[in-house]
């Protein structure tokens, strides 16, 4: 079986995160994991009674404290970059890897932004009376206890543990052994809040210190996790899919596309590309592939203006035939389409039509998210309209496509599924529902 961590470092003692003195190897893993998983089911009865302003107060307490103590988490951070470092990780996962003092003051503000939004525990998704009199409420609760496995994102440890308190869920995360020194700084600022604000501290665990192992274990929990949320790369989505026992929330990676439509405004064309392609490489909506109409007047502004960006062009022969002067590009394979670089690189393809770009993106898309950029309304239409993916974008870089720029407060991940959740994930989708009947003596006949 394929592990779910793609790197295998010394983790850090098991008091690091403030989960209690417990040794991993006084007990087994799976032992030692289902502990955490009950421990979490307990903190997740308490947790879904907790009113707004008890979760909020905690929120607003977890992003000062993440500005407090920014010092500790960057050190122990410059100790996880500096592994992977040696440890040859690529720029783009070093990236997303690394926090700093202005990273550290976006998690604070997303936390912020969280508290300031309504609770969807108890709204009421549809109701009505029926004609005996019966009163029916189909109202949202919390889903109970939510696992996520992730990689080097320890921006991640704040989002999903931040979602999961809003929404009066209790988390276990595995945030992987790349960022095991910084998860663990960040899960033991948490907690101490949490305990603090008379919130069960064992809402947010981590079952990190028990490695792949434990990771295993998590996955196949069923009936002490309620659902399992992987993010990440192929490798580890497709692990977690394939081995979990208990019911996953499925996100897919970001093979995304845009299209530079004939009537494309080559000064927009070239500000969405450089956004979408240069601002951050290494996340999941950065574009991998443009795709150009073959009359596309903006075609020698964007690619003049990826080049100079330092962006490695990988391109079909009819693009390599058109290139502007100065500019240089290796030739596309089939591997270049279905490909998610997460680096400064990008595969770019000639179409004659729409309808072939809308061809080419239903072969090689994940589901994630395509763009168009186009003067033509009827284009822009049929684009929409054909375009089977989580989140469709008309002239706006696909950099949108983020819990926290679509005004969720942040996002456990981008679901590429079609069931419960799909697209940015958020509060709402972290919520399952139950139905409430309420009579007076009826009964069926």
Sequence with gaps: MTDVTTQQTDHPADTADGQGPTSPSAISTEQAVHNIADRSRVAARRIARANRAWKDR???????????????????????????????????????????????????????????????????????????????????VPLGVVAA???ARPNVTVDIAGLALKSGNAVILRGGSAAAHTNA?????????????????????????????????????????????????????QTVVSNAAVPVIETGEGNVHIFLDESADPEMAVDILLNAKTQRPSVCNTVETLLVHRDAAAV??????????????????RVLAALPAGVEADAADDGDWGREYMDLDIAVGMVDTLDDALEHIRKWSTGHTEA?????LARSEQFIAGVDSAAVIVNASTRFTDGGELGLGAEV?????????????????????????????????
């Excluded at 440890?87 to 998690?107: K, V, W």
Aim: avoid cysteine; proline fraction near 4%.
């Design 58 to 140: 905690a929120l607003l307490a977890i992003g000062e404290a993440l500005i407090a103590k920014q010092d500790v988490i960057l050190r122990a951070n410059s100790l996880d970059v500096e592994a992977g470092r040696n440890n040859g990780t690529s720029s783009a996962l070093l990236d997303r890897l690394s926090l700093t003092e202005a990273r550290i003051a976006g998690l604070a503000k997303a936390l912020e932004d969280l508290a300031g939004l309504p609770d969807p525990v108890g709204t009421v998704a549809r109701g009505q009376t029926l004609p005996n009199g019966v009163r029916l409420r189909q109202v949202h």
């Design 149 to 151: 496995i992730y990689e």
């Design 185 to 237: 700084a960040l899960i033991g600022i948490i907690r101490d809040v949490l305990d603090a604000s008379g919130l069960p501290a064992d809402a947010v665990q981590s079952v990190d210190e028990y490695g792949r192992e434990g990771a295993n274990v998590l996955m196949k929990a069923r009936g002490r996790v309620d659902v399992l949320i992987p993010r990440g790369g192929h490798d580890l989505i």
């Design 300 to 317: 020698p502004a964007v690619l003049t203006a990826l080049s100079r960006a330092g962006v490695r062009i990988h391109a079909d022969q």
């Design 372 to 376: 168009i950029i186009t003067n033509d």
């Design 413 to 445: 991940g981008i679901s590429t599924q079609k069931m419960h959740a799909r697209g940015p994930m958020g509060l709402r989708e972290l919520t399952t529902t139950k139905w409430i009947i309420q009579g007076e003596g009826q009964i069926r006949v």
